[in-house]
């Protein structure tokens, strides 16, 4: 078990969280663009997906796949799904020059980044973004 393997079940928790609130989108009608929120939970996706897989956490393409639902629920144009996808890339390799191996920071950062993907999407729901 990883010296993070205490923290395993609220991790889970909170991707599980992540991942209701994604799925809480309704299915929308084409939106030409898309929120700046969207943009901002692109990036946390792209960086929680490299920061989990950095400590160990056996989730695969999870966060990958957060963002193709992400991106199937928003039905942005191309351009606008070509931007998203660059967010999520941006962010993926941001962190993992920032965070060459998991620390108790990496660990922390992904905790809150997660916090704040939630947030993202419950409020995207919200504003009915996905209608």
């Given at each position: 078990?990883?010296?993070?393997?205490?923290?395993?079940?609220?991790h889970?928790?909170?991707?599980?969280?992540?991942?209701?609130?994604?799925a809480?989108?309704?299915?929308?009608?084409?939106?030409?663009s898309?929120p700046?929120?969207?943009a901002?939970?692109?990036?946390?996706?792209?960086?929680?997906?490299?920061?989990r897989?950095?400590?160990d956490?056996?989730?695969?393409?999870?966060?990958?796949?957060?963002?193709?639902?992400m991106?199937?629920?928003?039905k942005?144009?191309?351009?606008?799904?070509?931007?998203?996808?660059?967010?999520?890339?941006?962010?993926y390799?941001r962190?993992?020059?920032?965070y060459?191996?998991?620390?108790?920071t990496?660990?922390r950062?992904a905790?809150?980044?997660?916090?704040?993907?939630?947030?993202?999407?419950?409020?995207?729901a919200?504003?009915?973004?996905?209608?």
């Open positions: 078990m990883s010296r993070f393997g205490t923290e395993k079940a609220r889970h928790a909170a991707a599980a969280l992540v991942a209701f609130a994604l809480m989108l309704p299915a929308p009608a084409a939106h030409a898309f700046a929120k969207a901002q939970l692109a990036e946390i996706l792209g960086a929680v997906h490299h920061l897989a950095l400590c956490t056996n989730e695969g393409q999870l966060w990958r796949n957060k963002m193709i639902e991106i199937d629920r928003l942005p144009d191309e351009a606008g799904r070509q931007r998203l996808v660059k967010h999520f890339n941006d962010a390799y962190y993992r020059n920032t060459p191996a998991c620390t108790v990496a660990a950062q905790d809150r980044l997660m916090q704040d993907g939630q947030r993202l999407s419950e409020e995207l919200a504003q009915g973004y996905g209608r």
